[in-house]
């Protein structure tokens, strides 16, 4: 999943507290060598399907590994991993270790995996990397091959030169991300190798930028911070028969009335450390009467209407809450008969903290009808805890984004979608959505068609986190 940037005003990250500015630097940052390298692995990452369905992210992590082992890393610094019951869906860690043991290593996470594509119905082929008006095209050329080439490409400099870091690097790429069913190579990790990814902290994708519709960088975020997704069943039986006699108790019924309920339910508004900050900074550039309503609602979060006038923006009406729709509806089993059963999955985006189960009971409450039944679906994801704003890792981005982007202004942004963080969190590692590589408004055809990004923001990207790495490599 990659974050995209929804606000149209960007707030510095120097107008919100918590934040320590970044010493003074270059105007001019230096490209990063092995350009020509960079492409190759890149190419060779778009053109392995990795895709549920018809590909293999378990190819990926054999070509990398040997990429790995070109480049001087041995077999105790590579681990490829899947499980017997899905041989396809592996990933691959990897060790570059430092020269001071006394500082906790830094982990670099990505998936190997993509969104399904339909070749007959793209462009151009979806595993094909085609470079084009400025653009490459491919699945998964934004989301998420490019950062994971980024990492991956690095990492290989690094060893090839001889150049160790005084804090040790651990790359971990990984299947699963896009798909809730399927194995996931990050949580697998989690809870039966955290060892080969423990870390002082981790970075990841959901981060990014935004171009304007000119392709004129508007602003930069790094992720801090994400929802919990849970799905939920709500369902509804009934004894049904034939209907040409209706009767008053209809499954169907009581279903759409539950999912009106639901859908049109407004829970309550919360704040963690980075929204908190995000929503102050907000409202000293927001207009009235957005401006003073965040003030408002900032000192007293349950006022009806600074709620009501902030969360007319999409964007900050996800932001501020849980939120729960109804996504699928399956009812009936036959056009001349009443239902005998009718569900529909109901997609909650939990705020930080949130227990799923506290949610089920208020889901319960809320459509205030015993005879539906609410079930969790599998998988329960761990509880997001909020990330700290840590100084340490955000002063570095924020004093390399303004040497890299010069005039581009930055925040901290919780994201209403899900990555990979959500397993890496609980065992300790606080992880944190890189900034970097910038999107166009559209999204760039992200899980769609004809995915693609700029090869400008590839390219300055890369330069970008190769710096980030090494600065935070570096303490």
């Not at 990790?189 to 960088?217: H, M, S, T």
């Not at 600074?306 to 996800?318: E, K, L, Q, W, Y």
């Not at 944190?432 to 090869?455: C, K, Q, T, W």
Request: hydrophobic fraction near 40%.
């Amino acid at each position: 999943m990659r974050a995209v940037l929804l606000v149209s005003t960007l707030v510095a990250l120097g107008a919100a507290p918590g934040f320590a500015q970044g010493a003074a630097a270059p105007k001019v940052p230096a490209r990063q060598p092995g350009e020509a390298e960079f492409r190759s692995l890149y190419k060779e990452m778009v053109e392995t399907d990795t895709s549920l369905t018809t590909g293999s992210c378990t190819a990926a992590a054999d070509k990398l590994a040997v990429r790995f082992r070109a480049a001087g890393f041995g077999d105790a610094e590579i681990t490829q991993f899947s499980v017997p019951e899905y041989p396809k869906e592996g990933g691959i860690v990897v060790h570059l270790n430092g020269t001071d043991k006394k500082v906790q290593p830094m982990l670099l996470l990505g998936h190997l995996d993509v969104v399904a594509a339909k070749p007959e119905d793209w462009t151009r082929s979806p595993f094909q990397l085609i470079e084009e008006n400025g653009y490459f095209y491919g699945r998964g050329t934004l989301d998420d091959k490019a950062q994971a080439s980024v990492w991956a490409d690095l990492l290989i400099r690094l060893k090839a030169a001889g150049k160790p870091q005084r804090r040790s690097i651990k790359l971990a790429l990984t299947c699963g991300e896009e798909t809730t069913y399927a194995f996931n190579g990050a949580d697998w990790l989690a809870k039966n190798r955290p060892d080969l990814i423990k870390a002082d902290f981790a970075l990841n994708e959901g981060g990014g930028g935004r171009y304007d519709d000119k392709g004129k960088p508007q602003g930069l975020a790094v992720q801090v911070g994400e929802k919990t997704v849970q799905n939920f069943w709500v369902e509804a039986v009934n004894p049904g028969g034939h209907s040409s006699v209706p009767r008053p108790d209809n499954a169907i019924t009581d279903l759409a009335r539950a999912i009106v309920a639901v859908n049109t339910h407004e829970f309550p508004v919360q704040f963690t450390d980075t929204t908190r900050a995000y929503f102050a900074g907000m409202a000293k550039v927001m207009p009235d009467p957005v401006g003073p309503s965040i003030v408002r609602l900032l000192a007293n979060p349950a006022e009806a209407e600074a709620n009501r006038i902030v969360s007319m923006d999409p964007f900050n009406h996800s932001v501020l809450r849980t939120t729960c729709v109804a996504t699928l509806v399956e009812a009936g089993h036959a056009e001349n008969a009443l239902a005998q059963r009718a569900r529909t999955n109901v997609n909650c985006r939990m705020f930080p903290g949130t227990d799923p189960n506290v949610l089920k009971a208020d889901l319960a409450a809320v459509i205030a009808n015993p005879k539906i039944s609410i079930s969790l679906k599998l998988p329960i994801r761990p509880v997001a805890k909020p990330t700290p704003l840590n100084p340490a890792i955000i002063g570095p981005m924020q004093s390399l984004a303004a040497r890299h982007f010069p005039g581009v202004p930055m925040l901290a942004m919780m994201s209403t979608g899900a990555t990979d963080a959500i397993y890496i969190a609980p065992i300790g590692i606080p992880v944190y959505g890189a900034p970097g590589m910038f999107s166009d408004p559209d999204g760039n055809g992200v899980h769609g068609l004809n995915e693609r990004i700029r090869v400008d923001s590839v390219m300055k990207g890369r330069d970008y986190l190769s710096d980030l790495v090494l600065a935070l490599a570096n303490p």
